[in-house]
């Protein structure tokens, strides 16, 4: 099927047909539980009909698919596919992602930060940095970041950014424009909030959050939304003074569910400051 740079829908089905095909093909019918064929086979791999028969699709629609036509998918005939073709968890978001549709979520959040995240965290230096989850709590952080914020002093059920931001007076007052940061944090938690419905941890914090803040309460109901937390604050370090800084957000593709949180540094002083807080 040829297709051009001009159309990216058909180029879309395209290389899903292409993927389904090459991961077809990897398979041998003993794989996937089937009996041994007798005889020769034509066919390297799986047949389509076997695909079909362990998936529970119709084969008429899963040639289509391999073919590259242009037809609606769901999220439970994929991941009857990716079971079927034994796709690991990046193989499955490809997928996903081919059939146009939300990757999945990871199985679980990972405890703390890996060695090499650790590192990374570590070479960010003197920019604060911090690892998010996707309820906003702490994962790591480095040296600056525990100077401006001690996450760790916080209880450990509450080391979270929304509990930081409305319910710790102290850490409060670090932030200048604490009013129109704390409203952008409570929008993007919104949305995550939102992306999480019936999610036993993020009920229990909103609850929490309701009854520490009465900023938290009246703003909740606004039910403003946003995807990033990426903007400017400023700060009043005891020692240091004013710190400018541009809070950048990135995600980390080897673990979804995380979030880098760069504070870096708008000026030279600003970043001559944070040097000497190490």
């Not at 007052?173 to 999480?196: C, I, P």
Request: some cysteine; proline content about 8%; hydrophobic content about 40%.
């Amino acid at each position: 099927m040829r297709t051009t740079l001009s159309d990216p829908e058909a180029s879309r089905h395209a290389e899903l047909a292409a993927f389904l095909r090459a991961r077809r093909a990897r398979l041998q019918p003993e794989d996937v539980g089937l009996y041994p064929p007798s005889g020769r086979r034509n066919t390297p791999g799986l047949r389509r009909e076997e695909v079909a028969q362990i998936s529970g699709v119709g084969l008429t629609w899963y040639t289509w698919l391999e073919q590259g036509r242009e037809i609606t998918t769901s999220v439970q005939v994929i991941d009857a596919l990716a079971r079927a073709l034994r796709l690991d968890r990046e193989a499955h978001c490809h997928l996903r992602q081919l059939a146009d549709l939300p990757v999945p979520e990871p199985d679980q959040m990972p405890d703390g930060a890996t060695a090499e995240l650790d590192r990374l965290l570590a070479t960010l230096m003197p920019a604060p940095a911090c690892l998010l989850g996707p309820r906003f709590d702490f994962v790591a952080w480095n040296e600056n970041f525990a100077t401006l914020w001690d996450p760790a002093g916080l209880p450990p059920d509450r080391r979270n950014v929304m509990w930081l931001a409305f319910a710790d007076p102290a850490h409060r007052r670090t932030w200048v424009n604490w009013g129109d940061r704390s409203r952008v944090l409570l929008a993007e938690f919104r949305a995550a909030a939102g992306q999480h419905a019936g999610d036993p941890r993020f009920t229990e914090l909103i609850e929490a959050l309701n009854e520490a803040s009465t900023e938290f309460r009246a703003w909740w109901s606004r039910y403003e939304v946003r995807q990033s937390i990426t903007g400017p604050i400023t700060i009043r370090h005891p020692g240091a003074g004013i710190i400018k800084l541009d809070v950048i957000e990135l995600r980390v593709s080897a673990h979804p569910s995380l979030t880098l949180a760069v504070h870096v540094p708008v000026r030279a002083q600003d970043r001559r400051k944070l040097a000497a807080l190490v």
